[in-house]
């Protein structure tokens, strides 16, 4: 997968360097190339925003650097962090580590001019996405958590890729609660289930913890939850 990252704060993402994202570019299953949008100005204060017509607050990052980038990284799925878009699940990262190219475009300010969104359209697909129902400086930390979620998806990432089966979200549902050692920590013992060695009776007792676990934090998620995934074990937790 290619990843091209389009960003007045270059520096943001040292972080993909590290840890798993990190060692899928050592690998090769990643490649992340980040670009300063500053690099598509043409005046001697390299400026990328200006006042917002029809007025209002702050500044709204303008459409010639934009374009300029997107025409000379372009094609690909334009990924647009911004809180005006779909909110992102564990699906859509899913879907976008089938992707061969994505390009991030951070937004700063009031957002970015949307003749630069409406223009990449007509070009490539694009997806303007939300982490949360929140106000944050810009899209460069969203996207960071973009990257995460969707690298470890990436074939090979992940050691054991089994491990996807059941965390939260992939299944549906919240997964159960997890314990290691020691057996006691301060008065508080690991449930003996679990310690038991019978195989059906854990994976039984974690499934009852996970519905119950979702039902109580996450009724919208259980709401949805296929009811042909629910057996008579599940009713009679
Ligand atoms: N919420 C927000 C924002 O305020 C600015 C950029 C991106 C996001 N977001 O992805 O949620």
């Known amino acids: 997968m290619r990843v091209d990252i389009i960003s007045i704060f270059p520096d943001y993402f040292a972080p993909l360097d590290l840890s798993l994202v990190g060692k899928a570019q050592s690998?090769?299953?990643?490649?992340?190339?980040?670009?300063?949008?500053?690099?598509?100005?043409?005046?001697?204060?390299?400026?990328?925003?200006?006042?917002?017509?029809?007025?209002?607050?702050?500044?709204?990052?303008?459409?010639?650097?934009?374009?300029?980038?997107?025409?000379?990284?372009?094609?690909?799925?334009?990924v647009?962090?911004?809180?005006?878009?779909?909110?992102?699940?564990?699906?859509?990262?899913?879907?976008l580590a089938q992707l061969?190219?994505?390009?991030?475009?951070?937004?700063?300010?009031?957002?970015?001019?949307?003749?630069?969104i409406d223009d990449?359209?007509?070009r490539m697909p694009v997806l303007e996405i939300s982490l949360g129902d929140y106000v944050l400086f810009g899209g460069e930390v969203a996207v960071i958590v973009i990257m995460e979620a969707v690298t470890?998806?990436?074939?090979?990432?992940?050691?054991?890729?089994?491990?996807?089966d059941e965390?939260?979200?992939?299944?549906?549902?919240?997964e159960a609660p997890v314990y290691t050692k020691p057996a006691s920590w301060r008065d508080r013992d690991v449930p003996d289930i679990l310690r038991s060695g019978d195989h059906g009776r854990i994976a039984r007792w974690r499934r009852t913890q996970?519905?119950?676990?979702?039902?109580?934090?996450?009724?919208?998620?259980?709401?949805?939850?296929?009811?042909?995934?629910l057996d008579k074990s599940d009713k009679a937790a």
């Open 100 to 116: 061969d190219h994505l390009i991030f475009a951070c937004g700063r300010y009031e957002g970015i001019d949307q003749r630069v």
């Open 27 to 78: 690998t090769g299953l990643l490649s992340v190339d980040v670009h300063d949008l500053r690099k598509w100005t043409s005046d001697v204060h390299r400026t990328v925003d200006d006042t917002p017509y029809g007025g209002g607050p702050g500044m709204v990052m303008r459409p010639e650097p934009w374009g300029q980038a997107l025409d000379a990284i372009g094609p690909g799925t334009l």
């Open 152 to 164: 470890r998806l990436l074939p090979g990432v992940l050691g054991n890729a089994s491990s996807l």
């Open 210 to 229: 996970s519905l119950l676990r979702t039902a109580s934090r996450r009724p919208d998620m259980m709401a949805s939850y296929p009811p042909d995934l």
């Open 120 to 122: 990449a359209a007509a």
């Open 80 to 95: 647009v962090p911004s809180p005006v878009g779909k909110p992102f699940t564990q699906a859509d990262a899913y879907s």
């Open 167 to 174: 965390e939260s979200h992939s299944a549906g549902l919240l």
